[in-house]
């Protein structure tokens, strides 16, 4: 019989418009785009906003008498801030002259206003430690005691390390500042103890000053600026887009096939429509669906790289290419889910059939990460050609920081081009078979049979 691609497209033309306008799927749709929305528009101003500053005292009792004159620059803001910024990389300017008025930073944890209480050497802390206690109210609050060791500064003759120092907090303070302070701390007592051999803290910090550049990356197509982070990100990335496709397109063709083969529904198609022209119809339908999902959930990927200025780093031709690895695989899997749901009469007897399939595909996708770290590994290019694995393999090198060469791209292409044949015509000859059938649901064994018969 010949099929009539005019037939075939009302099918798909229903089965799409049935799946898009349902309910589940709408909100199933919706809640991601609100995810994203929420972590990457709203998420960083929630982070970036600003909390009360923090203006507090803080008691120290140094034996040395040199800690304590560093700590008093340490706790400056401009010396904080040029800290955090060393810390994540980021790219200082010049060092600001110390001023204790100097603002806080615009972006991350505020800096606390921190006040030195200096105390004799020979103080005994337990009788200070009261200080720390006072009412809620009580302004400026009493953060912290530090208490510097004798030899924190100039080792002992019987000793190869240096001494430390005994911090008490307040109950009241909050984790930023006890990090803070910390951080003030440990570069006072490196500066002091610079100081204490001759050499110059600030010559020494300036040498230390390595800023990690961004790499630019060379291409037959051009140069480009890379991100180590997002290379790393982007092969998974890849890989979850053609997974959610498949797996939601995929599940609402095996669940329609199921609810219309239970009620009935099946009969009155095929009054209409052949078999294969019915399968074809779902096939394309879904198909549909799951290019229209991954097109949205595409979008907002694009959409939060460009919130943080990192959009230009996808490459054109990657995002075809995710289009074109997901219609392979959605082929061979959703034949698979498609042949699954003809042979059975309720959702609960598909489980059993499912469970190779789901495992499967999962399998495939597990190792997009893997193979995004090694992209020419061997075990990589070996699971490049081995379908239905090839096309997560693929797709993870391509958005890798080394991709494959083109032959090595379209000859995945090819080799799940007649994977997804020879999958289709499996289905074809199962689907003719089972759509009407009713009763015991068949296992795995009992489809090939039906397969040899058509």
Not at 96 to 110: D, F, M, N
Not at 123 to 143: E, F, G, M, N, Y
Not at 347 to 359: D, R, S
Not at 365 to 377: D, H, K, R
Request: aromatic share 6%; proline share 7%.
């Amino acid at each position: 019989m010949s099929l009539s691609l005019n037939r075939i497209g009302l099918v798909a033309a229903r089965d799409f418009k049935a799946t898009i306008t349902s309910r589940a799927f709408l909100l199933g749709l919706l809640v991601m785009p609100v995810l994203v929305v929420i972590f990457t528009v709203l998420g960083p101003r929630i982070l970036n906003s600003r909390s009360p500053q923090v203006v507090g005292e803080v008691m120290v009792i140094d034996p040395t008498g040199k800690v304590t004159a560093q700590l008093q620059q340490t706790v400056l803001p401009t010396d904080i801030e040029l800290r955090r910024s060393m810390e994540t990389g980021q790219n200082p300017a010049a060092p600001p002259a110390r001023s204790a008025a100097t603002a806080a930073p615009s972006v991350g944890p505020p800096i606390p206003q921190v006040s030195l209480v200096p105390l004799p050497g020979d103080a005994d802390v337990s009788t200070h430690k009261t200080w720390l206690i006072q009412p809620r109210d009580a302004t400026p609050q009493h953060l912290a005691i530090v208490v510097v060791r004798p030899d924190a500064v100039v080792r002992r003759t019987d000793s190869a390390a240096f001494g430390n120092f005994d911090l008490y907090t307040s109950a009241r303070i909050d984790d930023n500042t006890e990090t803070t302070l910390r951080g003030s701390l440990r570069a006072a007592l490196i500066a002091a103890r610079l100081h204490s051999i001759g050499q110059d803290p600030a010559i020494i910090a300036t040498a230390q000053q390595v800023m990690q550049p961004e790499s630019v990356v060379v291409s037959a197509a051009g140069e480009r600026s890379g991100s180590r982070g997002v290379a790393r990100f982007l092969p998974l990335a890849c890989g979850v887009l053609i997974f959610i496709g498949v797996i939601t397109a995929g599940q609402a063709l095996m669940t329609s096939t199921v609810e219309e083969k239970s009620n009935r529904v099946i009969e009155v198609l095929l009054a209409a429509v052949s078999p294969l022209e019915l399968m074809f119809g779902k096939l394309l339908g879904q198909l549909g669906l799951g290019l229209t999902l991954t097109a949205v959930y595409l979008g907002m990927a694009v959409f939060s790289l460009a919130q943080y200025s990192l959009a230009g780093l996808l490459d054109p031709m990657l995002i075809l290419y995710v289009f074109a690895f997901f219609i392979v695989t959605f082929l061979v899997f959703g034949s698979l889910m498609l042949t699954i749901g003809s042979a059975v009469n309720q959702m609960a007897e598909a489980q059993a059939l499912m469970g190779p399939v789901i495992i499967l595909l999962i399998a495939s996708y597990s190792l997009t990460p893997v193979i995004g770290q090694a992209p020419n590994s061997t075990f990589s290019v070996a699971m490049s050609f081995i379908p239905p694995v090839n096309t997560f393999a693929m797709i993870a090198r391509i958005a890798s920081s080394a991709p494959p060469p083109a032959w090595e791209v379209w000859t995945t292409l090819l080799i799940s081009c007649v994977t997804s044949a020879l999958v289709i015509w499996f289905a074809a000859k199962v689907f003719k078979i089972a759509l009407l059938m009713h009763g015991k649901p068949p296992s795995i064994a009992t489809l090939f049979k039906w397969a040899r018969m058509a």
